[in-house]
């Protein structure tokens, strides 16, 4: 069954409301976004409603939230990164809780998905800081290369869908700077998620069907009408 995730502690307003209505929860880091009082807050939250908790490391880049790529050295990104989620990691042992997964957030997410160099720096840094953590990543037609990569570092994978982004033909995510990149019309979403859970599979952009591996689906919580959005995926999960 698809288990909701939303990207939060971002500094936005929604999150005590939208924590009652997801599976697991990845929480910034303070590179791109969020604070230390935010980590705070949304462990607590998480733990009370037995929500999983993981960590949402980024680029080092509050200005452009997390969404520039950025060129570092593989040695640096592994310590930033590792750095990111032994801080999460803290709070969460603090209040009695579990970090269980790590999701890359933006342009770290994306780039790591293009590039087999940086995705393998990233499982290095996951797997070198504690390898039961597992590594949430989006679901393509090269899950099984992504999967014996992190397997060689003890390192399991969860696959992600994205429930309001449409996807190109190849499988990837329609870049946000190009039209229909985000879907918003509510009706619409719900209609793709239930045909994904009848027939296992996506229609891209242009129609075409995309068969997709798919452990986790991710909704963005950034507004007021993404509620509407949650709380209809809730009803169809």
Do not use: W
């Not at 997964?101 to 770290?108: R, S």
């Not at 390192?155 to 990149?181: K, Q």
């Amino acid at each position: 069954m698809l288990r909701l995730n939303c990207d939060m502690g971002e500094g936005m307003a929604y999150d005590a409301q939208i924590m009652p209505l997801i599976d697991m929860a990845n929480l910034a880091c303070g590179a791109h976004a969020g604070s230390e009082a935010l980590m705070h807050s949304n462990v607590l939250l998480a733990k009370q409603y037995g929500v999983q908790i993981g960590a949402h490391p980024s680029y080092p880049d509050r200005a452009n939230f997390g969404r520039v790529s950025m060129q570092i050295g593989p040695e640096k990104l592994e310590v930033l990164i590792r750095q990111q989620i032994g801080a999460l990691d803290a709070i969460c042992q603090a209040h009695g809780a579990k970090l269980s997964y790590v999701k890359p957030h933006g342009a770290l997410y994306n780039d790591m998905m293009r590039d087999k160099k940086l995705f393998k720096t990233i499982v290095q840094a996951v797997s070198s800081y504690d390898s039961s953590l597992q590594l949430m990543i989006l679901s393509s037609p090269q899950n099984s290369e992504h999967a014996k990569l992190a397997a060689e570092h003890g390192i399991t994978l969860i696959y992600e869908l994205f429930a309001d982004r449409n996807y190109t033909e190849e499988g990837r995510l329609v870049p946000r700077g190009e039209p229909d990149a985000v879907i918003e019309d509510t009706a619409l979403i719900v209609k793709r998620i239930k045909h994904y859970q009848q027939q296992g599979e996506l229609l891209s952009i242009t129609g075409t069907p995309l068969k997709l591996a798919g452990d986790s689906l991710c909704v963005h919580g950034d507004n007021a009408s993404s509620l509407a959005v949650i709380k209809a995926l809730r009803d169809v999960l």
